[in-house]
T-cell receptor
Framework: GAVVSQHPSWVICKSGTSVKIECRSL??????MFWYRQFPKQSLMLMAT?????????EQGVEKDKFLINHASLTLSTLTVTSAHPEDSSFYIC????????????FGNGTRLTVT | RKEVEQDPGPFNVPEGATVAFNCTYS??????FFWYRQDCRKEPKLLMS???SGNEDGRFTAQLNRASQYISLLIRDSKLSDSATYLC???????????FGRGTSLIVHP
């Protein structure tokens, strides 16, 4: 089945630093990838839709200058959390669709970010 | 009204029980439906797609009711390992951005 790889699985960083998270579709091309954030015991919250070759579409309340998304190829999207703060500590998950827009999403294994 | 709604539970059932969850959606133009399973501190994993005629995969049965705008998931002969949060996902025409329910928590006890 379709595989989405996300890296790193976990990261601990200091306040003020930036963290880059990679999301790769390993065996299919993804023109669209999605980035989510999930706080403990809460549901997945869509942060942004990443479109290959164009600017990402951010959900309301998500700062585009803080969460930089780059989707430079059909198999790679990156999320950079800039100037991280403790409140950015969360579980970040990417997902991608294989071909048709009605295809199911496949998720990366997630990145657990802890900002100290 | 939220676009996709689920009863958060938890549903607490004994091993061997049959349990069913529903998920309602508000957009009548919704086209594709899926059930995902999410274990604690892990990413969601696709459990099954939901087809118009209903579909079954082992102990799991998914159904779609377009008239009433809901999908359901039935789990027969529950196992301890079925304990997880079950998310429904709806894709609607137009943007095709998937919409998630908040998930239903299932706890299967011995």
């Amino acid at each position: 089945g379709a595989v989405v790889s996300q890296h790193p699985s976990w990261v601990i960083c200091k306040s003020g630093t930036s963290v880059k998270i990679e999301c790769r579709s390993l065996d299919f091309q993804a023109t669209t990838m999605f980035w989510y954030r999930q706080f403990p015991k809460q549901s997945l919250m869509l942060m942004a839709t990443s479109n290959e070759g164009s600017k990402a579409t951010y959900e309301q309340g998500v700062e585009k200058d803080k969460f930089l998304i780059n989707h430079a190829s059909l198999t790679l999207s990156t999320l950079t959390v800039t100037s991280a703060h403790p409140e950015d500590s969360s579980f970040y998950i990417c997902s991608a669709q294989n071909q048709g827009a009605n295809s199911p999403l496949h998720f990366g294994n997630g990145t657990r970010l802890t900002v100290t | 009204r939220k676009e996709v709604e689920q009863d958060p539970g938890p549903f607490n059932v004994p091993e061997g029980a049959t349990v069913a969850f529903n998920c309602t959606y508000s957009n009548s133009a919704s086209q594709s439906f899926f059930w995902y399973r999410q274990d604690c501190r892990k990413e969601p994993k696709l459990l099954m797609s939901v087809y118009s005629s209903g579909n079954e995969d082992g102990r799991f049965t998914a159904q779609l009711n377009r008239a009433s705008q809901y999908i359901s998931l039935l789990i027969r002969d529950s196992k301890l390992s079925d304990s997880a949060t079950y998310l429904c996902v709806v894709l609607s025409g137009g943007s095709y951005i998937p919409t998630f329910g908040r998930g239903t928590s299932l706890i299967v006890h011995p």
